[in-house]
């Protein structure tokens, strides 16, 4: 008796008449990177500072304005100094560009849902693209640590605008320092957080941290500097009031200068008296060491 013929083989599934590409996003791409901000990037870095001292429920004492932070932050080479990186978001692909961006993320993220972003106009970038927008930024500079005897970098801020959270950005600007701190042969990142940011709290705990409970931040700051540089409270008060347009009413009280020399309180000598005494106040700020 003849054998059974075998089966005929599986007939192959055909395949679908369209498909996607491997390099076509799915769902709602966002394109990202992390660049070095220069120094016509401060209206959004100002306005970015502000954001988060409304925040951390801290705007009073934000006194920041677009030319203190010009005059002050960009006076020295990135990395040397203060440097920032701002974080950028794009409904397309960056073309290529200048500007010196950061390696250590991916380029792409895939959302859900669109962003809404109610500030887009405001925080429009000054690239040459109109759908880049300024999302987030981190602030940070050297310092140095005594018992590992290498630098660091201290994080002064990191900030991401409300509507661009919960996506990983923060964790892209922390990365950006940590690997810079890496490549120039850094032994820490510091930084600190609100004991009421439980939400901060857990991302830097995430993140590998280590949160410290045992220390406390210390800092002088206004007139506080001053009591530590001046050698008398007299000093003080005096350069207090003189700020404020009262030193005359302070020349009347004391009578004499801190020397214990008095001095005529003729109107005439007032302007006189408290023009040389503010000058040497100047003086005694520049040559006076800090004592701790």
Known sequence: M??????????????????LPETTPIGNPMFVRIRL?????????????????????LPHHCSATESSISATL????????????????????????PHPTHPFYPPTINLDLPVSDPEKEVFRSDDNNDDVVVAGFVLFFPNYSTFLSKPGFYIEDLFVR???????????????VAAQAVKMGYGR?????LDWNVNAIRFCEEMGAQVLQEWRICRL???GILVVHLPTARETLFYVLYRRKLASIFIFMVKGSASGRR??????????????????????????????
């Not at 003849?2 to 498909?19: G, K, L, M, R």
């Not at 990142?189 to 957080?193: I, T």
């Not at 003729?266 to 006076?288: D, F, G, V, W």
């Open 221 to 223: 700051t206004g007139l």
């Open 162 to 176: 409300e509507c661009y959270r919960r996506k990983g950005f923060g964790k892209m600007l922390l990365s950006s």
């Open 37 to 57: 901000a220069t120094k016509s990037d401060v209206p959004h870095i100002h306005k970015l500072i502000h954001q988060l001292a409304l925040f951390e429920r």
């Open 189 to 193: 990142v510091e930084w600190v957080v």
């Open 263 to 292: 001095i005529p309180v003729a109107p005439r000598n007032m302007r006189q008296y408290s023009t040389s005494r503010h000058k040497k106040i100047h003086l005694l700020l520049r040559r006076r060491p800090t004592q701790c």
């Open 74 to 97: 960009f006076n020295s080479p990135p990395f040397h100094s203060f440097t920032v990186f701002l974080l950028e978001v794009s409904p397309h692909p960056f073309p290529p560009t």
């Open 2 to 19: 003849a054998a059974a013929a075998p089966p005929p083989p599986p007939t192959p599934t055909p395949s679908p008449a369209f498909t």
